[in-house]
């Protein structure tokens, strides 16, 4: 295979990945690296129930402080239902979540995790 068809098809995996958060989808790379090199993507966050969860790949993802206005919705601040940013992979099991507006916010693996821990309605 070429470098070029390589670059088109690491384009278009990247493109048609569609991540999960709650009930909505987040938007970004479709696998978590096999290896433990730190890689960032375009993320798409979703914000609707507040800051818990994340699904990066086929791993979910738990904020290590969820963040909420203590009414289920994300804090002001926060777009709803999706904040724009990048989530940059740090390992297998750490991922941290930033914006062009200041907000990060850490995640952790769920080990063995198949589905999010709460929908949101």
């Not at 203590?70 to 991922?95: H, V």
């Amino acid at each position: 295979m070429t470098e070029r068809a390589g670059q088109i098809i690491l384009a278009l995996t990247l493109a048609a990945g569609v991540l999960t958060g709650c009930a909505q989808a987040d938007k970004g790379a479709d696998a978590v690296p096999a290896t433990p090199s730190v890689r960032t993507i375009p993320f798409d966050l979703y914000t609707h129930c507040g800051i818990d969860e994340a699904r990066i790949g086929s791993t979910y993802f738990e904020a290590e402080t969820p963040l909420s206005n203590g009414s289920g919705s994300p804090p002001d601040g926060w777009d709803n239902p999706t904040q724009r940013g990048t989530m940059t992979l740090k390992s297998e099991t750490e991922a941290v979540f930033t914006d062009d507006a200041g907000h990060e916010v850490k995640f952790r693996a769920r080990p063995g995790a198949s589905a999010f821990k709460r929908i949101c309605a």
